[in-house]
């Protein structure tokens, strides 16, 4: 069984930054492709990020220039680097694995809470 484990939210103000970090166990993490996501209150959850097995990546249009998604397959963990936060990134952030573009998010985090303040 994988289990991932969030870590690295706060209340921050609006310029501030935040490292999100997600640890994984029970897995072969090199062989997953990792992704973060969050859920703003009262919205539905949204993609925020992946990076692949090959180490690509993708980001939200929303993202794109202030966040960094990356990973350390010796420490079997994927990072989220945030810079410039906005209050509008206010959610609770899930990290999650998946085996290939072809599957769904099988395993997801307990998630992290960061709130940004204006």
């Known amino acids: 069984q994988v289990q991932l484990v969030e870590s690295g939210g706060g209340l921050v103000q609006a310029g501030d930054s935040l490292r999100l970090s997600c640890t994984t166990s029970?897995?072969?993490?090199?062989?997953?492709?990792m992704g973060w996501f969050r859920q703003p209150p009262g919205k539905e959850r949204e993609f925020v990020a992946t990076i692949r097995r090959s180490g690509s990546k993708d980001y939200a249009d929303s993202v794109k220039g202030r966040f960094t998604i990356s990973r350390d397959n010796a420490q079997n963990t994927v990072y989220l680097q945030m810079n410039s936060l906005k209050p509008e990134d206010t959610a609770d952030y899930y990290c999650?694995?998946?085996?290939?573009?072809?599957?769904?998010?099988?395993?997801w985090g307990q998630g992290t809470q960061v709130t940004v303040s204006s």
């Open positions: 029970g897995g072969i993490f090199g062989s997953y492709d």
């Open positions: 999650a694995a998946r085996s290939s573009v072809y599957t769904s998010w099988k395993y």
